[in-house]
């Protein structure tokens, strides 16, 4: 299906896999890439030797367009940025908070770049800035979140901005594609359904969890931080909320309860200790698929929706 | 004081309630979260036509009432 997405990216299907940190590396990234869609690496919190890495392996093993998410708090986001402009990745995408700085030098190495957004104002915000697309995620999805979903976030965005339009959040199938075509975008955002895929290296511990989900499985903490995140219900998870309901304890054990809890999900499936992030469609992911499968049931289910159906995506 | 006002005006309306707000009131009190400081921003720019940069590191209301003031100096 070809979408203003897939005509500015030059691949098949409107599908961008989520920057999943300590999850999108090259391998899940090179396998939606090889399906057809964008694979995503996340860069996570990591440096740009790792960052770099990791784009020559994704080289190795597609030579479809991929793409590098760069998560601006990261303590390393001067120096991947600087890398990703000298190696050319062709996407980049943004998350938490206004890439505005980087365009400039990105925009010069021919990169096409996409923030992630969660209000109107931020996506006017970017457009100005010069960047070719927004993603605008609503808090369905896993991993941080904003206040606004999905349904009400994307046609505000889509009336506030004349660039393309994505949208993430709460999207694990074909009906998710065809809503969010319905809502304005040229395509969608899926993270939590490539957290199964075969390619996905992500702890078996944390596939069995998504694939036991269902609708009411996760839950929001961290909003007292400021920065609330979207995960599994799980011992941590309770624990996290028990604490930050408690005005005794302060910010500093609420910040050092959180430390490395990703990782001990992601990487050593700790299914006690870990923070498995998710979005709310976890309960509709239930089986095991490689990428290709995933993509392709995907747009199979929008297309045979979109029959008939003329509309200028 | 004409800045002040305005700008009484917009941080209300992203609060929702009328703020008794002053040179001096610093933007800790105030507790905007990330995406309210965007929405502040771009609507200041509107208003004034004027733009205040990437990383505003601002303490206080008398701040930025001084920085939009010069933007506009400088127009």
């Given at each position: 299906m070809q979408t203003k997405l897939t005509k500015l990216l030059g691949i098949e299907h409107p599908i961008i896999q989520g920057g999943m940190a300590?999850?999108?590396d090259a391998s899940l990234a090179s396998a939606v890439s090889n399906a057809g869609g964008l694979g995503i690496i996340s860069a996570m919190n990591a440096d740009a030797d790792w960052v770099r890495n990791e784009i020559k392996k994704c080289r190795t093993l597609t030579d479809k367009p991929f793409g590098v998410n760069i998560m601006?708090?990261?303590?390393h986001v001067e120096e991947v940025a600087k890398m990703v402009a000298e190696e050319k990745v062709p996407v980049v995408t943004t998350g938490a908070g206004n890439p505005s700085r980087f365009v400039k030098a990105w925009k010069e190495a021919g990169i096409v770049i996409i923030p992630v957004v969660a209000s109107t104002a931020l996506a006017k915000m970017v457009e100005r800035a010069g960047v070719d697309a927004v993603i605008a995620e609503g808090?369905?999805?896993?991993?941080h979140v904003g206040d606004l979903t999905t349904m009400a976030l994307v046609p505000q965005v889509v009336d506030a901005v004349k660039i393309p339009v994505i949208a993430a959040g709460g999207i694990g199938d074909g009906r998710g594609v065809v809503a969010a075509f319905a809502l304005g975008a040229c395509g969608v955002q899926m993270g939590t359904r490539f957290l199964v895929a075969d390619e996905c290296t992500v702890s078996e511990e944390y596939k069995k969890k998504v694939l036991a989900a269902k609708d009411i499985s996760t839950m929001v903490t961290g909003r007292r931080l400021g920065h609330p995140v979207r995960a599994i219900k799980n011992a941590y998870m309770n624990n996290y909320a028990k604490l930050e309901a408690d005005?005794?304890?302060?910010d500093e054990t609420l910040e050092q309860f959180g430390v490395g809890s990703l990782r001990k999900a992601a990487k050593e499936g700790n299914a006690d200790e870990g923070c498995f992030l998710a979005g709310q469609i976890a309960g509709m992911v239930s089986k095991r698929q490689s990428a290709k499968e995933i993509v392709g049931e995907v747009m199979a289910q929008a297309d045979k929706m979109m029959e008939g159906v003329q509309w200028d995506v | 004081m004409e800045t002040l006002e305005k700008l009484k005006e917009i941080l209300s309306e992203c609060k929702g309630e009328d703020l008794d707000i002053?040179?001096?009131?610093?933007f800790d009190e105030l507790d905007f979260d990330s995406l309210d400081k965007v929405d502040i921003v771009m609507q200041i720019e509107e208003a004034y036509d004027i733009s205040l940069g990437d990383n505003m590191q601002l303490s206080t209301v008398g701040e930025l009432v001084a920085k939009i003031d010069e933007a506009v100096a400088n127009k």
């Open positions: 300590w999850i999108a601006l708090m990261s303590p808090g369905e999805s896993g991993g005005s005794n304890v302060p | 002053t040179p001096e009131t610093t």
